[in-house]
Structures are given as structure tokens and as C-alpha cells.
């Protein structure tokens, strides 16, 4: 940071980095040298700033409905309305997001960029700084998708999984694999086929998650009636040496137990980012939530970091984990309910929402845009 930013603008750099993105951008017509700081990723004053975001995370809260609008535009005929909020639960600011067709799914985000698929294309949305790209289509059977980001590159790249034409009536054949990089000196790029090819279906409408260079996603067990190994349970893919891997599931976790239909206990998992590593989530209603971490990716090491007692809680009050903050767990819910629970103290409390928590989703502020294209 020292060697990039002059030492005179250091002092400045320091308190511009612990404001919003949406002030930020006002000061940018303060003066040459704070719009360049400002604008310029190269300098690390972007770097800096994302790096005291990441202590504040903020969710995007979805409204259920959409407004179709035929007569608009190409591009802009159906509109979602978000709501910022952080943490805490208190609103930030409206979003609004124009697409040409129904939005499927929102990933997560990543480096202050989100990921929204509709039926044939990849959208990249930043939430603070209303911009949007729309990734070029291929026409291709999309069988799921990431994002990721390399820090020495400063680059965010977007992962499709294709189930390729000739074999989609059957499973026998790897997936196609094409990454789509967004560099500060190449904003033009378009998908790039890669050689390794992901050995298995994945979960088209579960989350991914991104953790150190890593995109991993949940094996569609269900569509496989054979798996290499019998406890593979996530297939990853590092973004920077471009190589799928398979793990196995926890030693002390029974996939048998989500076999059985018949019992009254609904049981789901989930993969998510905490501080940096990955983190495999089993809620089962009325019962618990036990969480694994991901200590040796190389050799499927997991370690149990916690199990939470849920039997006092409604099954539609604990959704999925949404981050940690301090000692406290955040779960999103079915209802309009914010669950934190406070592991060193086994203690919880709740905060209600505008609206569902059901589709909720996490990011973290950033000046990070890749393209011009703004909503």
C-alpha cells in the first residue's frame, strides 16, 4: 500500500477507506488525485478499503415478486427489487436490477461481486455499485456455475459446468469445464474452454462455496448410481491451476441417514465460507446443526468445530449459516426471522426483517467493476 499510494495521501487513503461505496463514489469528483485513487485498482486503496468491509458484511434481501415490463428495452424487462441491510438487520438502501429473463439463482458473493443465472445466461452484478455485466451465452445445458477471485491477479473468474451435447441423456462422460476471467487489462474477454473436465453432476440449485482459490460444490448423489468412491460428497476446482478434485464427507457424517424417506426428521446440508476455509453444515430439524471445517483439502481431512442444539427451535426458524460474527452464528430462516446464536454462550436471539430471510443473500462492499454496463 505504502509504495503504491504517495506517503502524503496516506493519511487520507486511511479514512476514505472505512467509508461506504456510495460516498466514495460522490468524492470521486472531489479532485484528480482522489478520483484516481479512488478509481484505480493498481494504487491498493481498493484493496484497503475491501479489506475493512470484509468486518462489516452486509445481506441482500430479495422481494418475492418481480415486475415484468414488456415494453421496455431488450434487457431490462424483468425487474428485482433488494433491500441492503447489515447485520444487524437495519436498512441500507433499496436495489433495484433490470434482466431480460427470470433470474434461477443468486450466488453468494464473492470479493463484493455477486452471481445471478437466468435460463441461458450468467449475470455479475456489484450491489454497491449498481454495476451489472451479462456474460456472453453459448447455448450450452448450464449444469452449474461459480465465481472466485485471485488476489495477485486481481481478477474475479466465473466458472460454467456444461453437460456436453453428445451425452446428455447419459451420466458416463466428464462435464465441460469453461472459465470467463475479468483482469483490469483484458474487460473484453470471453469463455475459455479448460482441458479438465468435472467427473460429476453437481447440485444445480445448492450453493457453492469459495474458499482459499478454491470453488467447491456438492455431488448430485442422486443422479449417480456409481461414485468413484463410495463417500464422495464434493467436487472442487482451483481457479488458479484450473484442476478438479473430489472429496469425501466427514468420517463421523451417515450419508445412509438422508436415504431414509420414511423418517419424520428432515435433514439437509449445506457448504459455506467462514473466515477463509470451508465449512460442510448438516442441519437436521428439531434436533442439531453440526458443523465441519475443511483443515487438509489434499487428503479430505475434516475436524467437528461445533454442534448446536436446535430441538428448541421451530424448523422453519433455522435456515442455512449465513457468516460469523464474533462469537455469534447467523441463520438465515423460512420466516422473516434473523437467528443469532452465540456459540461460547448458548444463548440466541432473533431480529425481524422487512421481508423473508429466505432468499438472503451475503456480500461484503467493494468499488470492484469489471465492465461499464451500469442498472
Request: aromatic share 10%.
Amino acid at each position: 500500500m505504502a509504495s503504491k499510494i504517495t506517503r502524503n495521501n496516506m493519511m487520507i487513503a486511511d479514512i476514505l477507506s472505512r467509508l461506504p461505496v456510495k460516498t466514495l463514489l460522490r468524492f470521486k469528483s472531489v479532485c484528480k488525485s482522489w478520483r484516481c485513487m479512488i478509481g484505480d485498482s493498481s494504487l491498493g486503496f481498493q484493496a484497503l478499503h475491501y479489506d475493512r468491509s470484509q468486518r462489516k458484511p452486509r445481506f441482500l434481501l430479495q422481494w418475492p415478486d418481480f415486475d415484468f415490463r414488456p415494453l421496455e428495452p431488450a434487457g431490462c424487462r424483468y425487474v428485482y427489487n433488494f433491500i441492503s441491510i447489515d447485520t444487524e438487520g437495519n436498512m441500507i438502501s433499496p436495489i433495484q436490477v433490470k434482466v431480460q429473463e427470470p433470474v434461477k439463482l443468486i450466488l453468494p458473493g464473492c470479493h463484493g461481486l455477486l452471481c445471478l443465472a437466468t435460463e441461458t445466461r450468467i449475470h455479475v452484478f456489484n450491489p454497491s455499485t449498481r454495476h451489472l455485466v451479462a456474460l456472453p451465452a453459448d447455448g450450452g445445458e448450464t449444469a452449474g456455475f461459480g465465481i472466485g477471485y485471485l488476489s495477485p491477479a486481481k481478477g474475479h473468474v466465473v466458472v460454467r459446468l456444461n453437460i456436453p451435447r453428445q451425452s446428455r441423456t447419459s451420466l458416463s462422460r466428464k462435464l465441460e469445464c469453461s472459465v470467463f476471467t475479468f483482469l483490469p487489462e483484458n474487460g473484453g474477454a470471453r469463455w475459455r474452454a479448460v482441458e479438465d473436465g468435472c467427473p460429476y453432476l453437481v447440485e444445480q440449485f445448492s450453493f457453492p462455496a469459495f474458499a482459499n482459490e478454491t470453488i467447491y460444490w456438492k455431488i448430485d448423489r442422486g443422479k449417480h448410481q456409481a461414485l468413484h468412491r463410495q463417500n464422495d460428497f464434493i467436487v472442487s476446482f482451483n481457479i488458479r491451476d484450473e484442476k478438479f478434485q473430489t472429496i469425501t464427507h466427514p468420517a463421523d457424517w451417515r450419508p445412509e441417514t438422508h436415504r431414509q424417506w420414511r423418517s419424520p426428521v428432515r435433514i439437509s446440508t449445506q457448504l459455506v465460507e467462514l473466515r477463509g476455509h470451508l465449512y460442510l453444515v448438516e442441519t437436521a430439524a428439531f434436533s442439531y446443526v453440526a458443523v465441519w471445517k475443511l483443515s487438509d483439502p489434499g487428503n479430505s481431512t475434516w475436524s467437528k468445530a461445533c454442534t448446536i442444539d436446535i430441538s428448541k427451535f421451530h424448523p422453519s426458524f433455522v435456515g442455512e449459516i449465513q457468516c460469523v460474527k464474533g462469537t455469534e452464528i447467523i441463520f438465515n430462516s423460512c420466516t422473516r426471522l434473523l437467528l443469532y446464536y452465540d456459540e461460547k454462550n448458548k444463548t440466541s436471539r432473533r431480529k425481524m426483517l422487512p421481508c423473508s430471510a429466505a432468499n438472503l443473500t451475503i456480500y461484503c462492499e467493494s468499488l470492484t467493476f469489471p465492465a461499464t454496463q451500469q442498472v
